[in-house]
């Protein structure tokens, strides 16, 4: 595969070929859009890992039943609150200068009610997170649950990450120019090529990546940054694509963390994190044709 795509949260109950079929259209668009010939099918893979977080026994399309009193780890917990951070401050920047397609408006600030004990502001934010469009149509508090424990398993349960990242190994080949990783598909995708210097990959696209989030995610990275940098991989290109207003996506810029990434802009409209928002792009079109045509 030529070219091998990592997804993010929210696909517990999606397997490869289903997304495929949604991420596939969205990149020729993007490749499209940037100009340049699209690539074959036979070219493109997803490496899906969503099915190793589905509770056994869960009918399909139902989320765990978690609560606020289920946040107690102290990443999860930190997460939380840079999300509602982010969620009030693009709400706020709406109300002051209004965009029909920017975050909802009644999203209320961290001390709008001030602190107390855990379970209760967990339970403030997520009432407020539950309003932002993107976790809203994730599926409201208990989705946001979900991803909290998704990102926490990945970064600090050793056994579910060889297991996600095993999924990426059995999709790499000699021919697999381009990896591209959305979300928590971000993480994993700069973990499995700074693991494998051997991978014959030129170009890594990160698409509305949590990488820069410290110290939640960046200082629970493998390899472990040092001295406030991050180890580059063994790639010759890394564009990182972010959306003004995503969430997830709390760093815009890499570079400052990283080294050479060449960071990029986009506006997704309302719906800001999507990935084939993000895939459709001109931006995003002209890194994959980059490490498509480079040498």
Known sequence: MRVVGIHGIAHTHLTAPQIEAEWLPALQGGLEEAGVLRIAKEDFAIAAYGALFRPAGTRAGNLPRLTADDVEDELEKALLMEWWQEAAKLSELNRSQPDPTGEALTIQDPDFEGRGRTAEWVQRALRQLAKSKFFGQLGGERAILFALKQVREYLHNLEMKQSIQERVIQKVTEETRIIIGHSLG?????????????????????????LGIAPTIFEALTPKPQAGTGFYPKVKQWFNIA???????????????????????????????????????????QAIASGLLGS
Not at 189 to 210: D, M, R
Not at 245 to 257: M, N, S, T, W, Y
């Open 243 to 285: 959306d003004q207003g995503d969430i997830v996506a709390l760093e815009k810029q890499l570079a400052p963390r990283f080294g050479a990434v060449d960071d990029r802009l986009v506006h997704n409209g309302w719906e800001s994190h999507s990935a084939t928002r993000y895939l459709n792009a001109k931006q995003t079109g």
């Open 186 to 210: 971000s993480i994993v995708a700069y973990e499995c090529l700074c693991a494998h210097p051997e991978w014959n990959v030129h170009t890594l696209v990160t698409l509305g990546s949590p």
